[in-house]
T-cell receptor, first 119, second 113 residues
């Protein structure tokens, strides 16, 4: 069974502050993928990043950065110098890589973190 | 290049009725997955269709069924609607039964009264 926990239900910051969204996962698969999605009020899920469990290098993309730590089963997401347009619900998700068990055929999502960036 | 499209955008049904939601995958994709997202929750996997067959199913009752057509488009059917079926239904497309690059549609908002 796979599980993703996003303990932060809501976060509110003032524009230009940095903010980190936490994600902790559980899986029995030895290899797996981790994802972050953004869901603005319109409802459509927007893909942000995918990480392979083999690659623990942190990644930076503009104002976004991701910290993957296999030892603590965490995949945290940081927004630097937040902007009002970053306000959305952010989801962490997990998939396995085994077609036989079905873990590769579905994403398991956390419950999401509502980020509000105030002007 | 058209992305994932879903219809209708919104739908209101009465308890006990049946509903059909439709999804067209992104061009070049052959796999369609359906997710249910209740208000304030993360999406929950319903099932995946690949090669016109249901390949994987989440923890949903048999009232939820689907179909995939030869052109890879898909339908989600829900029978005997319950109030608890009110949710945003998301369709996602990908390749060859995997989810490594899964693109989501805008969703269908179903309200059951």
């Amino acid at each position: 069974a796979q599980k993703v926990t996003q303990a932060q239900t809501e976060i509110s910051v003032v524009e230009k502050e940095d903010v980190t969204l936490d994600c902790v996962y559980e899986t029995r698969d030895t290899t797996y993928y981790l994802f972050w999605y953004k869901q603005p009020p319109s409802g459509e899920l927007v893909f942000l990043i995918r990480r392979n469990s083999f690659d623990e290098q942190n990644e930076i993309s503009g104002r976004y950065s991701w910290n993957f730590q296999k030892s603590t089963s965490s995949f945290n997401f940081t927004i630097t110098a937040s902007q009002v347009v970053d306000s959305a619900v952010y989801f962490c998700a997990l998939s396995g890589t085994l077609i036989s068990s079905g873990s590769a055929r579905q994403l398991t999502f956390g419950s999401g973190t509502q980020l509000t960036v105030l002007p | 290049d058209a992305g994932v499209t879903q219809s209708p955008t919104h739908l209101i049904k009465t308890r006990g009725q049946q509903v059909t939601l439709r999804c067209s995958p992104k061009s070049g994709h052959d796999t369609v997955s359906w997710y249910q997202q209740a208000l304030g929750q993360g999406p929950q996997f319903i099932f995946q269709y690949y090669e016109e067959e249901e390949r994987q199913r989440g923890n949903f009752p048999d009232r939820f069924s689907g179909h995939q057509f030869p052109n890879y488009s898909s339908e989600l059917n829900v029978n005997a609607l319950l109030l608890g079926d009110s949710a945003l239904y998301l369709c996602a497309s990908s390749l060859e039964g995997t989810v490594y690059e899964q693109y989501f549609g805008p969703g269908t908002r179903l309200t059951v009264t």
